[in-house]
């Protein structure tokens, strides 16, 4: 790793390309067969630079697959009490000092330099979990990126990586290839007491007329249970995290196809949104029923049940009106079942407004500008003494006042709970109670433990 491609990734210059692979996706009646093709950009979920002059004329993006059927509503029912303490005092940003690879980090391979950076409260200590070498003949960076972490029901941990391919990581730190020709996969969800594994990734990762799909794979096989989902916009709006809610049924955030609902020809004409677009998806585990949960949300990179039965989901901020010095914040939703969460109804001078008779269901946190929340989870274990049902979630900007995963309760307070990284991206429980972190930029998995009070 040289210090030219840290800055250009760390300060969200570059987008890097990804590579996908060659595996089969099967199709599962009565859903077309659809074939993978090579990304265009790396899944970068931040707010998005403004869209360049030169792009093509629009197309029309194809219609939810007609297997997609409405189905009734179904609210699942508050399973847990919250029974999360209160918070402790916020981690500080450790400084930045210069490696020989970084003005600000050290090297992707000084484990114990990293370790050392890493600041958590007292009681708790970090490790080095796993790094993936990049093997490709012309890499674009020495490591695999990881954009998402589950635990399966073997207690392995499950890494899906912007270069396609996912990876497992044993008890014993032993890392095994378990799926590989994806194109970007993004979400990753066992379905409950299987061993089926659920990812959403992409069919054509373009700017304009891109596609998304939801797989399952089971036995080696990739099978498409839902396709032609809205996608991807400049590389980064896209099917992204999945999770299984008390009902059983699967979830999955979309993201819209442009920053604010616009048409992208430069006109700044408002677009018609398409019924699969800025939501949040309920679907059946085999993918023949599917129904929109909740709208508005302009990325929602995860998503997560809390302990309350409510589904919490990040969403990622549009972009500034230039030279305007308004300040637009990202945000943590409780997600409203039917509810309007915003996307593309926005007051701003680029906008279109909030139509008559809309009611726009507020964040529950908003954080600062450009500090981009990506993974969250909801921490439902007993280890970390006075943390049961608090959120965790990333913040995963390469700028001082973001690289830290938060701890959040479900009353919206929260607090820095770890800091240190170059760029998080997601955050996951194992089955021990311990958290795993993921790094993007160094790609580099990291375990967050209760070791007692010193």
Not at 66 to 88: D, E, Q, S
Not at 203 to 231: K, M, N, S, T
Not at 322 to 327: K, V
Not at 335 to 353: K, L, M, N, R, S
Request: one cysteine or more.
């Amino acid at each position: 790793m040289n210090q030219l491609r840290l800055i250009l990734l760390l300060t969200l210059i570059l987008l890097l390309s990804a590579c996908g692979g060659s595996a089969e996706i099967a199709s599962a009646p009565p859903t077309a067969t659809r074939t993978p093709r090579p990304p265009t950009a790396t899944p970068f979920p931040s707010r998005t630079p403004a869209p360049p002059t030169d792009t093509p004329s629009p197309t029309n993006t194809p219609e939810p697959d007609a297997t997609a059927t409405p189905i009734p509503t179904n609210t699942p029912t508050p399973t847990v009490t919250p029974t999360a303490g209160p918070h402790a005092p916020d981690i500080a940003q450790p400084e930045y000092a210069a490696s020989e690879c970084s003005d600000r980090f050290p090297c992707n391979d000084d484990i114990a330099a990293w370790e050392a950076r890493i600041q958590v409260p007292a009681g708790f200590a970090v490790s080095y979990v796993a790094q993936f070498p990049n093997n490709d003949p012309n890499p674009n960076w020495p490591s695999l990126q990881p954009t998402s972490l589950t635990f399966g029901p073997d207690g392995k941990l499950y890494v899906a990586f912007t270069q396609g391919s996912i990876y497992t990581i044993d008890a014993d730190g032993n890392t095994a290839l378990f799926f590989d020709g994806l194109v970007v996969p993004t979400g990753l969800a066992f379905a409950p007491d299987s061993d089926r594994l659920y990812v959403s990734s992409r069919v054509r990762d373009w700017h304009l007329d891109g596609e998304g799909q939801v797989l399952v794979i089971e036995d080696g096989q990739a099978v498409q249970i839902i396709g032609e989902l809205p996608c991807c916009y400049l590389g980064m709006h896209a099917p992204n995290g999945i999770a299984f809610g008390p009902d059983g049924y699967g979830y999955v955030g979309v993201g819209g196809r442009a920053d604010h609902g616009e048409i992208l020809d430069g006109t700044n004409t408002q677009d018609e949104l398409l019924p699969f677009e800025a939501v949040i998806l309920r679907f059946s585990p085999d993918g023949t029923e599917v129904e929109v949960y909740a709208r508005g949300l302009r990325n929602p990179y995860d998503i997560a049940w809390g302990g309350d039965g409510i589904l919490y989901a990040t969403d990622n901020g549009r972009d500034e009106v230039p030279n305007s010095g308004e300040i637009v914040p990202e945000e943590l939703h409780a997600v409203i079942p039917g509810g309007e969460h915003g996307y593309p109804y926005y007051e701003c001078d680029w906008c279109f407004g909030i139509p008559e008779g809309v009611e726009i269901v507020p964040p529950l946190v908003e954080f600062p500008a450009h500090s981009v929340p990506t993974g969250i989870t909801a921490y439902l274990h007993e280890q970390f003494p006075g943390y049961y049902n608090s959120l965790f979630l990333t913040l995963w900007t390469a700028l001082p006042f973001a690289e830290s995963v938060v701890r959040v309760l479900p009353d919206g307070s929260h607090s820095t709970f770890a800091t240190g990284f170059a760029a998080p991206i997601d955050v996951t429980v194992g089955p021990g109670g311990s958290l795993y972190v993921a790094d993007y930029a160094t790609g580099i998995i990291f375990k967050i433990s209760y070791v007692g009070e010193p």
